[in-house]
């Protein structure tokens, strides 16, 4: 059950960092279209987040990285997994919410400008937060 929620967490991780990336670097503000009529890829890049993020606590529950045995914190996979991906995580969902429903609240004219500052400051944090192979947690690529 494990190794099946690690696969698709580790693989659903790329399509959002992919999705992440297009929102980043697409150019949503056409001057005479209103970019909220368009696809709202926004949107769908959070909604996306939240089922990682949904998926994660699941595996938050069946991972045999978390611990709270006592000295886990000593141990720098243990607490990578049982405290800092998780918060960095949140942190990073939190900021990208409230870089939404700002952006729903501001004018046509800057709307793109703060998309994409709220979510470049989220990429920042989730590429600090994601267990890379290169981190020495035993993770792989996908």
Do not use: C
Request: proline residues 4%; glycine residues 4%.
């Amino acid at each position: 059950m494990e190794s099946i929620l690690v696969h698709t967490h580790s693989g659903i991780r790329w399509i959002f960092l992919l999705m992440l990336l297009f929102v980043l670097f697409k150019n949503h503000n056409s001057p005479a279209d209103d970019p909220r009529k368009k696809i709202d890829w926004p949107l769908y890049t959070l909604v996306l987040f939240l089922l990682q993020i949904l998926l994660g606590f699941v595996l938050y529950f069946f991972s045999h990285n978390v611990s709270f045995d006592s000295g886990f914190m000593q141990n720098s996979q243990h607490r990578f997994f049982t405290i800092e991906h998780e918060t960095g995580m949140l942190l990073a969902f939190i900021i990208m919410l409230i870089g939404y429903i700002k952006s729903r609240r501001t004018l046509m004219s800057n709307w793109n400008k703060v998309i994409k500052t709220w979510y470049l400051i989220s990429l920042i944090i989730i590429l600090l937060s994601i267990p890379w192979p290169f981190r020495g947690f035993g993770n792989s690529w996908f």
